[in-house]
């Protein structure tokens, strides 16, 4: 099995701050990987697929990047509605397999 | 807009069977190049892939969960299922139905299963 281990597993930030979230595959996986947003309550959210394409309707302040075993999520301007978790997710075999989690916080 | 809406008890009891239903709406499911899989997140925790059915046929499993697994499908409701048996405590999550193969599209809300007696 591919492993995903995430970086860090909580951040606190600020509206308007720039935040980079990092993940990083036990093998290389090419550019399959894919990021997702939770919210208590909500459907998750496909942010960035092939490590980064940005999903239909997802806001251009959100971007990925990485090939091969390392990969960052970043946004470019907290709004106040993107705090919430965020997975990335080794898209390049079964079994699908995930990072820990990255819990981003109001400072 | 595809939506998908997980349903099913939210209660059950440890060595028996948690069964959950999907109802997709918003498009058809009868498409032989769609995937339809499960995952759950624990409490506390974070996601676990279950299982994802390629309409074709083929099923994909979690190697820690195969043996109790089964996802089938209806097509003349729109729907597809979880079958999870001689569950545990540690089988307690919030479920969640996806569309997608190694890449998950869509999402339901989630429901939550505590396995209790």
């Known amino acids: 099995d591919i492993q995903m281990t995430q970086s860090p597993s909580s951040v606190s930030a600020s509206v308007g701050d720039r935040v980079t979230i990092s993940c990083r595959a036990s093998q290389g996986i090419s550019s399959w990987l894919a990021w997702y947003q939770l919210k208590s309550g909500k459907a998750p959210k496909l942010l960035i697929y092939a490590a980064s394409s940005l999903q239909s309707g997802v806001p251009s302040r959100f971007s990925g990047s990485g090939s091969g075993t390392d990969f960052t999520l970043t946004i470019s301007s907290l709004q106040p509605e993107d705090f919430a978790t965020y997975y990335c997710q080794q898209s390049n075999s079964f079994p699908i397999t995930f990072g820990q989690g990255t819990r981003l916080e109001i400072k | 807009q595809l939506q998908l809406q997980e349903s099913g008890p939210g209660l059950v009891k440890p060595s028996e069977t948690l069964s959950l239903t999907c109802s997709v709406s918003?498009?058809?499911?009868?498409?032989?190049?769609?995937?339809w899989g499960w995952i759950r997140q624990p409490p506390g925790k974070g996601l676990e892939w279950i299982g994802t059915?390629?309409?074709?046929?083929?099923?994909y499993s979690s190697p820690s969960l195969e043996s109790r697994l089964t996802i089938s499908v209806d097509t003349s409701k729109n729907q597809f299922f979880l079958r999870l048996s001689s569950v545990t405590a540690a089988d307690t999550a919030v479920y969640y139905c996806?569309?997608?193969?190694?890449?998950?599209?869509?999402w339901g809300q989630g429901t939550l299963v505590t396995v209790s007696s």
């Open positions: 918003g498009g058809s499911i009868n498409r032989s190049s769609f995937y």
């Open positions: 059915m390629y309409f074709g046929g083929s099923t």
């Open positions: 996806t569309k997608g193969g190694l890449l998950l599209e869509n």
